[in-house]
Structure formats: structure tokens, C-alpha cells
């Protein structure tokens, strides 16, 4: 009786100690989920983008059509043109395009991304590269709309940019030269946030006061932004904090400003 007490003691002992050695599980946050479709490839987190962004360990492809692409994207994705024969409305990138950016490798590992959880195209383009034989496809299904709101900024091309200027009125460009530079002549319709002050403020004090005095649409937080700079590095800082200030709708433009105002040019 007492050899079975003693072994039930220590069972008992050895399952507590179990599991308080056990690690918990890591909270469930809007950075790390996924939607979680059983019945699709594998997803990534917002949080798991950024990481393979930053490491570059996988080839990250924007399955939207080019223009879309070329007006605003995640920094470092690419873009291929699509399948021949099939209509806007069930768009898929060409495979074929994506064979030749990773050599062939169906081994190699793909990230696609669309217009976010109701959007098809990066389905319909994981199908297709599973169906050839891809063995390592994930989807970052929540797209461009969770990248935004959770303060992704993205990047604008030259082609993006006079679509840009064409058509959309209500866009605003911060251009993040020095106040000298930007007195010498700028973009349409831009106003003046210097890289300079937003990085000496600590806090980026030059956005809260552009907040307030008129430089960034307090009335509008959708308005499309376009941060241009001496170079690429300079805008995409100064997009960075205004995407921590509510604007979710933020794209930087990763050239020099001589090559931004060529791009707009008839």
C-alpha cells in the first residue's frame, strides 16, 4: 500500500514538473496569425513576412497584376506578368515567369501575396505552382490590407508614380529634402516634412506638427501618401513614421528625386 502511494506520489510529482517545464505557447496576436485555411498552402504571419524579408530566405512575389504592383507594394517583392489567356477576373501570375526568377528550383521557397483574405490570385497562383511540382509555397494571405494597417509602409515604382500624378487628385507627396532643396522646386501638390527634423525629434515631432498645421490630411487618414527623398533610404524613414501615426496608406518611392520628377514627366 505504501509502494503504491509512494508511486502514485511521485507520478504525480514527475506530470507537475512536466508541465511546468513545458514552455507555453507563444499569445495568439494579430502580428503572428494567419486565416488558416486547411484546405489551401501553408500561410505566413505579418510577422513571419517581415522576418523573411529582413533574412531574404525566400522569394517573395506580388501575384497582383502590374499596375497594381507598380502604384504600391511590399518593399523587396517581385512581380511577373500573367498567365496568357485568362481573364482580369480570375488573374494568375505566370508560372513559368516565376520558374525563370529561381532558376528552376522547385525546391526553392515562394511567398505570394494579393489584395488580402478576399482576394484569389495568390490561391490560384499557389495551386498552379503546387500543380507543377513546387514543393515549398506559402501564402501571406492577409495581403496589402493587414500589411498596411499594422504599419507596413510600401514602395511606389516610376511607373507607379505617373499613373499616380494622372489620375489621382487627392494624393499627397511629402517630399523629405532639406527645406532648401525643397524651395528649389519639388513635386505637385507636395508638401515639406524634412527627414532631418522627423529624425532629430525623437518622437517624430515634425509629423505631429505637420498633423496640425496643415501638411498631412488629419481629415482623411485614407488619403494615399508618397514619400519622395534625396534617395530611398530618406523616404522610406519618413514613411515609416507616418505609418505609426495612423496613415495607412503610405508608399515611398526608393529612387533618387531627379529620377521621381523624370518619372512623372508627359
Not at 30 to 42: C, K, L, M, R, W
Given at each position: 500500500m505504501n509502494q503504491r502511494l509512494v508511486f502514485s506520489?511521485?507520478?504525480v510529482v514527475g506530470l507537475l514538473t512536466l508541465g511546468a517545464s513545458a514552455?507555453?505557447?507563444?499569445?495568439?496576436?494579430?502580428?503572428?496569425?494567419?486565416?488558416?485555411?486547411?484546405?489551401?498552402?501553408?500561410?505566413?504571419?505579418?510577422?513571419?513576412?517581415?522576418k523573411i524579408l529582413a533574412e531574404g530566405s525566400a522569394k517573395v512575389f506580388d501575384a497582383r497584376p502590374y499596375r497594381e504592383f507598380a502604384v504600391s507594394h511590399i518593399p523587396g517583392a517581385l512581380?511577373?506578368?500573367?498567365?496568357?489567356?485568362v481573364p482580369i477576373s480570375?488573374?494568375?501570375?505566370?508560372?513559368?515567369?516565376?520558374?525563370?526568377?529561381?532558376?528552376?528550383?522547385?525546391?526553392a521557397t515562394i511567398v505570394l501575396y494579393c489584395n488580402g483574405p478576399f482576394c484569389g490570385k495568390s490561391k490560384r497562383l499557389a495551386a498552379e505552382l503546387a500543380a507543377a511540382g513546387y514543393t515549398q509555397v506559402r501564402r501571406y494571405q492577409l495581403g496589402i490590407p493587414v500589411w498596411r494597417a499594422l504599419g507596413g509602409v510600401t514602395e511606389i515604382e516610376p511607373d507607379g508614380l505617373k499613373y499616380v500624378f494622372g489620375k489621382d487628385a487627392t494624393?499627397?507627396?511629402?517630399?523629405?529634402?532639406?527645406?532648401?532643396?525643397?524651395?528649389?522646386?519639388?513635386?505637385?501638390?507636395?508638401?515639406s516634412i524634412p527627414r532631418s527634423?522627423?529624425?532629430?525629434?525623437?518622437?517624430?515631432?515634425?509629423?505631429?506638427k505637420a498633423k496640425d498645421d496643415g501638411r498631412l490630411p488629419m481629415e482623411d487618414h485614407n488619403t494615399r501618401l508618397i514619400v519622395v527623398g534625396q534617395d530611398g533610404t530618406s523616404a522610406r524613414f519618413v514613411a515609416e513614421a507616418l505609418a505609426h501615426e495612423a496613415f495607412h496608406n503610405v508608399s515611398y518611392f526608393r529612387g533618387t528625386f531627379p529620377e521621381a520628377s523624370a518619372s512623372i514627366q508627359p
Open positions: 506520489s511521485l507520478l514552455p507555453a505557447p507563444a499569445p495568439v496576436t494579430i502580428s503572428n496569425a494567419t486565416i488558416g485555411d486547411p484546405e489551401q498552402t501553408p500561410e505566413v504571419s505579418t510577422e513571419d513576412l517581415r512581380n511577373v506578368a500573367p498567365k496568357p489567356g480570375m488573374y494568375v501570375s505566370d508560372i513559368a515567369e516565376i520558374g525563370r526568377l529561381v532558376n528552376e528550383n522547385k525546391a494624393a499627397v507627396v511629402i517630399d523629405v529634402r532639406e527645406p532648401k532643396g525643397f524651395q528649389t522646386g519639388t513635386l505637385p501638390n507636395a508638401r527634423a522627423v529624425l532629430e525629434g525623437k518622437d517624430v515631432g515634425e509629423v505631429k
